[in-house]
């Protein structure tokens, strides 16, 4: 027993090492996601940075509002919005952009510390320590607070301001007065109003419409030729600013505009949806407020703010990104479903969500407000009297291996995990690893000349070796006119839907191989990454003189340095290794390994055989390429081997039930009758 003491106080204080070394290297990235966001803003020309700045900033170089303040049409804001931007009208502009930009910043991390310490309780300790810097970095990549920093806006202030209200005011006045101030800057916060009214802070309700009605009463004395044209005229700014049709404005408003709607039919629509949405959203958010869940039932009023404003641009959306602090799910494979789509919807445009196919569209373009909707109305959020409400059920896939290099310090943490990948952290990784791949794949090109070179290498190589048959099977194929419509098709279209696929299907079927199969993969690929950086190779249709064709992309001027338009696409050097190929074996080979039926293993082995008949057919690569590709794909294997293991792992283990009872002995018959 008191071995298990000690091994529990070690085990304690490491976990509280491990904690310190993760909130340090989460500071770190907060601190270099900053100075990125600094330098992206400043090294900008002035006529680029802080755009919604330069509509007020006249020919002297200082800030100015218009007067009137609505003349152009450019400053969407509150008449007290600008009432408290005019002592700002002596600044230089210069020194005024860099100020906003690091006060901005400033404003960031106030309100990333504040979500962190509105998370509802209990809290673990590596919680409170990782929340500030994880809710910092996410505020820092999200769309709203990159387009607020580029533009120059004010959005993230009301935001702060009810935060603030809720979560930091010692008493209600003090609350009241915080969140009607962030209102008479954004009127749609009046919103909050009931939510304060319907759980018990009254004081702070009637303070809240106190304080907003005393601020645009100030704003109305100075200025009552410009609070005319904003309350009446514009009936709350409507109609200011960009097109309320356009992407930007992710209100219901302009999404019913978009849908091809107008005039009073859209306005009564608008009308009778957001009647709906404020009605539903707001009893949501009181019974998440009245379970403890205030964070979150601000977070779900924010969300019906967004969807019901007659105009919400990209910077005012954080109330979406704070939606992420609900929990949803029993299962711990579900848990993450929810954080992941709002911080890809939050972070990424919608171009980068969904492909680009008319029937997504209407998805795509108002993803953001769909989000926000769902946030609001629709997402079952656990309460915290819920069983799984602290651990969610879990599944167990496997019996994990043991890690092989865990007395290695930089690898004890390579160990062959069994459990369905967090879909957060797994979306995340894809999507950095796929941008890391386009862009070191179009950097890596090497120059015409020492392609041209390395092609010429690769046909000397090949005629020793007696493999040179792509001049043969490209002008072969090119005069079968059907064989060469379905290699072209074949070679266009393949390429990602079969990995895809196979991921999907073991992501969903086979978690404990997944992880195996991604690796394996994400191995394969990062070796192709370097013969892309290290050999850039000229494929066949791009060698001048050989009389190859281009049977997929059409005839390629190789006079010019570019080779036509195709090579604004991708890099057209990178031939060696042949990925097209690699991916395809891999398909072939993790279908053959994990699939029992034999009539499947077969159709799989067909996909790399067409895939290499297309890319040789087709004047795409060499046969070295094909070659170049199984071999980094039997080494992404190999290093998946020997770093975690095994493929083969045995079943989770069946824990031993209660033996069942002997059964009852009898009594023996008596001899009398």
């Not at 005011?169 to 915080?178: F, K, P, T």
């Not at 896939?397 to 062959?416: D, G, I």
Request: proline share 7%.
């Amino acid at each position: 027993m008191a071995n298990d003491g000690h091994s529990g106080v070690r085990n304690a204080v490491g976990d509280g090492a491990g904690s310190e070394r993760a909130r340090a290297v989460l500071w770190l990235v907060v601190t270099a996601l900053a100075v990125r966001q600094v330098a992206a803003v400043l090294r900008l020309p002035p006529s680029r940075r802080l755009t919604d700045l330069e509509t007020w900033t006249g020919a002297d170089g200082v800030l100015h509002l218009g007067d009137p303040l609505y003349a152009t049409g450019m400053f969407t804001d509150t008449p007290f919005a600008g009432l408290v931007l005019k002592p700002l009208t002596r600044s230089a502009e210069a020194s005024l952009g860099v100020a906003w930009t690091f006060g901005t910043l400033l404003l960031v991390v106030a309100l990333g510390t504040v979500v962190a310490r509105a998370l509802p309780g209990p809290l673990s300790r590596r919680t409170r320590q990782l929340g500030a810097p994880c809710a910092i970095s996410l505020l820092m990549l999200s769309l709203p607070v990159r387009n607020t920093l580029h533009l120059g806006q004010t959005s993230i202030i009301p935001v702060l301001l009810v935060l603030l209200g809720f979560f930091v005011a010692g008493e209600e006045r003090g609350s009241g007065l915080l969140i009607g101030f962030g209102a008479a800057l954004q009127p749609i916060v009046l919103l909050f109003v009931p939510l304060l009214w319907l759980t018990g802070r009254r004081r702070a309700a009637v303070s809240t419409a106190a304080t907003f009605a005393v601020c645009t009463a100030l704003a109305w004395a100075v200025m009552a030729r410009d609070s005319w044209t904003y309350w009446a005229h514009h009936v709350a700014g409507t109609g200011l600013g960009a097109h309320p049709e356009g992407l930007a404005d992710q209100s219901l408003h302009g999404a019913l505009l978009r849908f091809g709607l107008a005039g009073p039919l859209e306005i009564a629509v608008f009308l009778v949806l957001a009647v709906l949405v404020t009605v539903l959203g707001l009893l949501r958010a009181v019974r998440y407020a009245r379970d403890g869940q205030l964070l979150l039932a601000v977070a779900v009023t924010g969300c019906v703010t967004v969807a019901v404003s007659p105009a919400t641009w990209q910077h005012q959306l954080l109330w979406v990104l704070l939606a992420v602090v609900g929990r949803v799910g029993r299962r711990a494979a579900d848990r993450m479903v929810w954080p992941a789509v709002v911080v890809l919807v939050m972070t990424l445009p919608g171009t980068m969500l969904l492909p680009n196919i008319a029937a997504v569209y209407p998805v795509r373009d108002n993803a953001v407000l769909l989000t926000a909707l769902a946030a609001a109305c629709a997402v079952p959020f656990l309460e915290r009297a819920s069983p799984h409400w602290g651990a969610a059920v879990p599944t167990v896939y496997a019996e994990p291996a043991p890690a092989r290099w865990r007395a290695v310090p930089l690898l004890r943490f390579w160990r062959r995990v069994t459990t369905r990948p967090n879909l957060l952290l797994e979306l995340l990784a894809i999507r950095v690893g796929y941008s890391v791949y386009s862009h070191i794949r179009a950097a890596a090109t090497g120059g015409r000349a020492t392609a041209e070179s390395h092609g010429r290498t690769v046909v000397s190589i090949e005629q020793t070796l007696h493999i040179d048959i792509e001049h043969w099977a490209n002008h072969a194929v090119a005069k079968i006119q059907w064989l060469d419509s379905f290699l072209s098709f074949y070679y266009e279209t393949f390429h990602f839907i079969v990995p895809l696929a196979i991921l999907g299907a073991l992501y969903v079927r086979r978690p404990a191989d997944y992880r195996w199969a991604r690796t394996s993969l994400s191995f394969a690929t990062l070796l192709g990454l370097v013969g892309f950086f290290f050999f850039p190779l000229a494929p066949p249709r791009l060698m001048p003189g050989l009389g190859f064709i281009d049977t997929v992309h059409g005839v390629q001027d190789l006079a010019h340095p570019d080779y036509g338009a195709m090579t604004a696409m991708t890099n057209q050097y990178a031939a060696m290794p042949s990925l097209h190929f690699g991916w395809a074996l891999w398909c072939g080979v993790v279908v053959a390994l994990l699939v029992p039926k034999r009539t499947l293993k077969v159709i799989a082995m067909l996909h790399p055989l067409l895939t290499v008949s297309a890319i040789v057919a087709t004047a795409n690569h060499w046969v070295l390429d094909a070659i170049g590709g199984a071999t980094v794909v039997v080494l992404g294997f190999g290093l998946t081997h020997l770093l975690a293991g095994r493929r083969t792992l045995l079943p989770p283990r069946v824990l031993p039930g209660p033996r069942p009872a002997p059964p009852a002995v009898q009594p023996e018959a008596s001899g009398a009758v």
